[in-house]
């Protein structure tokens, strides 16, 4: 089993950064790829990001590619996601996941999820 937690979350204007961290522990990390997933109000829960187990391979969303950074450090048990230039439309609570299934981008093929944080981008 694997605990996830996110932190990282907050406030922002336009145009601004924000980085979240997922914080995981119990079986080893790098047996698990990882995913970013975020859900805003009244919406599905869609896809961000994924990475696979060493961190050589990553998977965008079109809308975020060439924004947003996703990356782990299997030391630290710790995987990351770097959001720049961003905009109100990024405005949701962002999930890390764990999943079995390289570049897995549907949420039914991630297996342990955190608690979420929000993320608010103010226009």
């Known amino acids: 089993q694997v605990q996830l937690v996110e932190s990282g979350g907050g406030l922002v204007q336009a145009g601004g950064s924000l980085r979240l961290s997922c914080a995981a522990s119990?079986?080893?990390?790098?047996?698990?790829?990882m995913g970013w997933f975020r859900q805003a109000p009244g919406k599905e829960r869609e896809f961000v990001a994924a990475i696979n187990r060493s961190g050589s391979t990553t998977y965008y969303k079109d809308g975020v590619k060439g924004r947003f950074t996703i990356s782990r450090d299997n030391a630290k048990s710790t995987l990351y996601l770097q959001m720049n230039s961003l905009k109100p439309e990024d405005t949701a609570v962002y999930y890390c996941a764990s999943t079995t299934r390289v570049g897995a981008t549907a949420v039914t093929g991630y297996n342990y999820w955190g608690q979420g944080t929000q993320v608010t981008v103010s226009s």
């Open positions: 119990g079986r080893t990390f790098s047996s698990y790829a």
